[in-house]
């Protein structure tokens, strides 16, 4: 596609509850990041795909995290038993091969609010 | 980890004004990216650096690699409402390799008022 994009825009769950995010990157970009920015604060790696791999999951902040992404396009970030601490917007981004220089292109994020 | 520290938190101008904002980080880059955040949306690559003192212009923004290499600037001449937004700095983790994670700072929260 044109550019990366993220569904759903908005969630809304209940404690306790599953979520599934989704990304779809560029076309033909290898690299997809998944970031995490809470209120007023800035951008938290969780998590780096090359591929179809995650060389780099580092950023995961407990065992409710995981993604996977297939076919070394789209990608799926779920939370299991959702906390309200888990409130926050969920960015997406790719890159074409994962330079770091080169920068990467967001998408606009899903923002998960859990009640 | 590595941090990147960005000042100020947030800023208040009035449109016309002139704009700075820093990074700084107690490791070394070897590139500096600044990103511009809107409301509602995911940030925007606006300027890459690749060399220590190099300057360099988009527009109405300028941006240096600080000569240590710890730091870098951006400046915003003649502020525009569309200037609104989080402005965050971003760096390649250390550790050798060149692929991967960007680390970003904390982000400078620009409100500019017509």
């Known amino acids: ?115 | 980890g590595q941090q990147l520290n960005q000042s100020p938190q947030s800023m208040f101008i009035q449109e016309g004004e002139d704009v700075s904002m820093n990074c700084t980080s107690s490791s070394i880059f070897n590139t500096w990216l600044w990103y511009k955040q809107d409301p509602g949306e995911g940030p925007v690559l606006l300027i890459a650096l690749y060399k220590a003192g190099e300057l360099t212009s988009n527009g109405r923004l300028t941006a240096q690699f600080g000569i240590t290499r710890k730091d870098s600037f951006l400046n915003i001449s003649a502020s525009i409402p569309s200037d609104v937004g989080i402005y965050f700095c971003a760096g390649p983790n250390a550790g050798g390799t060149s692929y991967g994670k960007l680390t970003f700072g904390q982000g400078t929260i620009l409100t500019v008022h017509p």
């Open chain 1, 1 to 115: 596609g044109a550019g990366v994009s993220q569904s759903p825009s908005n969630k809304v769950t209940e404690k306790g509850k599953d979520v599934e995010l989704r990304c779809d990157p560029i076309s033909g970009h290898t690299a997809l990041y998944w970031y995490r920015q809470s209120l007023g604060q800035g951008l938290e790696f969780l998590i780096y795909f090359q591929g179809n791999s995650a060389p780099d999951k580092s950023g995961l902040p407990s065992d409710r995290f995981s993604a996977e992404r297939t076919g070394g396009s789209v990608s799926t970030l779920t939370i299991q038993r959702t906390q309200q601490e888990d409130s926050a917007v969920y960015l997406c981004a790719s890159s074409l091969v994962g330079l770091q220089t080169n920068g990467y292109t967001f998408g606009s994020g899903t923002r998960l609010t859990v009640v």
